[in-house]
């Protein structure tokens, strides 16, 4: 029996696999869905909702909602590029993401989508969270001021690296990113060699002293914006 779908996204006809996920199928598709917590190669988390995209008319995570025979899907449209955009807004001012003074600036996907959807000035009042930061360990440090609770270091360090260096704690609010040890990262089993240290989209979690090892101007959307490297449609 055969296991490919046919489906549509934007009057596109697209094939795609029995179990892939609509963002999955979109990809190989050369169609772009915008993300932040998904990522290939970990589980789907569905936390963002950047990748909204209605299904039939329903507003789906397009990251774990699997293909279906013939289901009609819409992404690139101005009411969904105008949910993903409010969505990123609320990012950039429930944080604290001074994209001028972080070294992660023309590498950080929240950054590249702000440009991306035409964000160009706040358009919610800044909320200036106090957050900390952990700085302990010799190698790695945590800046939560830029975490958007993605929850990509969580699942690389469990399935990737097998380690559970972190996790959530706190509700609403007071949520933050966390490590498993008693207070900081350097008691942590964490290594450079983690996956869990390359995953982070936004300036959270970084190596240190190489911040600045590839120039402002030629970092991964200083010419190209993101997704381009996606989509062929
Ligand atoms: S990318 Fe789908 S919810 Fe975050």
Excluded: W
């Excluded at 996920?21 to 598709?29: F, P, S, V, Y």
């Excluded at 990251?63 to 899907?73: K, L, R, S």
């Amino acid at each position: 029996m055969s296991t490919t779908i046919t489906f549509i996204i934007d009057e596109v006809e697209v094939k795609a696999q029995k179990g892939q996920t609509i963002l999955e199928a979109a990809d190989e598709a050369g169609i772009y869905i915008p993300r932040l917590c998904a990522m290939k190669d970990l589980t789907p988390f569905g936390s963002c909702r950047v990748c909204t995209v209605l299904v039939n008319g329903r507003p789906q995570a397009a990251c774990t909602q699997p293909v279906a025979p013939g289901i009609v899907v819409e992404n690139n449209t101005e009411k969904l590029l105008n949910i993903r955009k409010n969505i990123i807004e609320m990012l950039f001012v429930e944080g604290n993401h001074f994209c001028m003074f972080c070294e992660k600036s023309g590498n950080c996907e929240l950054q590249a989508l702000a440009y991306r959807l035409g964000i160009d000035a706040p358009a919610f009042p800044y909320q200036f969270p106090k957050r900390e930061i952990d700085a302990t360990h010799r190698d790695i440090f945590i800046d939560r001021n830029r975490c958007i609770l993605c929850a990509r270091c969580v699942r690389a360090s469990r399935d990737l690296d097998g380690k559970n260096v972190f996790q959530f704690i706190g509700r609403g609010p007071e949520k933050r990113i966390a490590v498993n040890a008693q207070i900081k990262l350097s008691d942590t089993d964490i290594n450079l060699t983690d996956k869990a240290v390359d995953v982070c989209p936004v300036g959270a979690i970084l190596r240190k002293r190489v911040g600045y090892k590839v120039p402002v101007g030629q970092r991964l959307y200083d010419h190209k914006p993101i997704g381009s490297e996606i989509e062929t449609r």
